[in-house]
Nanobody, 130 residues
Framework: QVQLVESGGGVVEPGGSLRLSCAASGSTFLSNLAIAWFRQAPGKEREGVSCITNAAVNTTYYTDFVKGRFTISRDSAKNTVYLQMNSLKPEDTARYYC?????????????????????WGQGTQVTVSS
């Protein structure tokens, strides 16, 4: 069973930056998996933020509201997927989760459904406030 652990959240002022990490436990190699970041704000539904395919395909996806501000990447040596978040806005405030795709094409669906992802972590809170 894959277990993913998110970290790196915190409180930052508008315009600031944070880097979130998604690490896998055990012998799971994230390079073999599609990994997506989602977020959920209080009172709102969970929404897809970004996705990276397995290393063999190595394609990244971004939802419109983060394009140009967020960057998803993978460090295979550290078995970790990152989400670099720049130019943060108050509306980015949410709990951020990473999850693994259950099939190779899962990244094509992350922006409108989370049903193709599992092994959800506990999330990490991001608060953007002055």
């Amino acid at each position: 069973q894959v277990q993913l652990v998110e970290s790196g959240g915190g409180v930052v002022e508008p315009g600031g930056s944070l880097r979130l990490s998604c690490a896998a436990s055990g012998s799971t190699f994230l390079s073999n998996l599609a990994i997506a970041w989602f977020r959920q704000a209080p009172g709102k539904e969970r929404e897809g933020v970004s996705c990276i395919t397995n290393a063999a395909v190595n394609t990244t996806y971004y939802t419109d509201f983060v394009k140009g501000r967020f960057t998803i990447s993978r460090d295979s040596a550290k078995n970790t997927v990152y989400l670099q978040m720049n130019s943060l806005k108050p509306e980015d405030t949410a709990r951020y989760y990473c999850a693994k795709g259950i099939w190779g094409g899962a990244c094509t669906t992350y922006d409108y459904t989370d049903t193709d992802f599992n092994s959800w972590g506990q999330g990490t809170q991001v608060t953007v406030s002055s």
